[in-house]
């Protein structure tokens, strides 16, 4: 198993931007595909995005698709998510996670099944 470690959390005002990061240890990085999630206060966790081995194929929520890119950099063993335009409702403490599994559909990757491992979170706040 990998062991991640997101940053890049913080307060921001609705309309910015944030570059969140997730850094995961060890020299098989290039094996998982990496999974973001949130959990905004009070509501169960949600998935946000999700990028390929090789980084060529992502999925996202509709509700981040057209605003958030997300990229990985596997000589760094590190994932970016990239946020833009971000609204109040954007507010929660986002999570990687780490999948060893194959699936051909993207779809799969949806839920919290696949993970093996899991970050301890990073905090976003937008602010109106």
């Known amino acids: 198993q990998v062991q991640l470690v997101e940053s890049g959390g913080g307060l921001v005002q609705a309309g910015g931007s944030l570059r969140l990061s997730c850094a995961a240890s060890g020299r098989t990085f290039s094996s998982y595909v990496m999974g973001w999630f949130r959990q905004a206060p009070g509501k169960e966790r949600e998935f946000v995005a999700v990028i390929k081995r090789s980084g060529a194929i992502t999925y996202y929520t509709d509700s981040v698709k057209g605003r958030s890119t997300i990229s990985r950099d596997n000589a760094k063993n590190t994932v970016y998510p990239q946020m833009n335009s971000l609204k109040p409702e954007d507010t929660a403490v986002y999570y990687c996670?780490?999948?060893?599994?194959?699936?051909?559909?993207?779809?799969?990757?949806?839920?919290?099944?696949?993970?093996?491992?899991w970050g301890q979170g990073t905090q976003v706040t937008v602010s109106s």
């Open positions: 996670a780490a999948s060893p599994r194959t699936y051909s559909s993207g779809s799969s990757y949806y839920t919290a099944t696949p993970y093996a491992s």
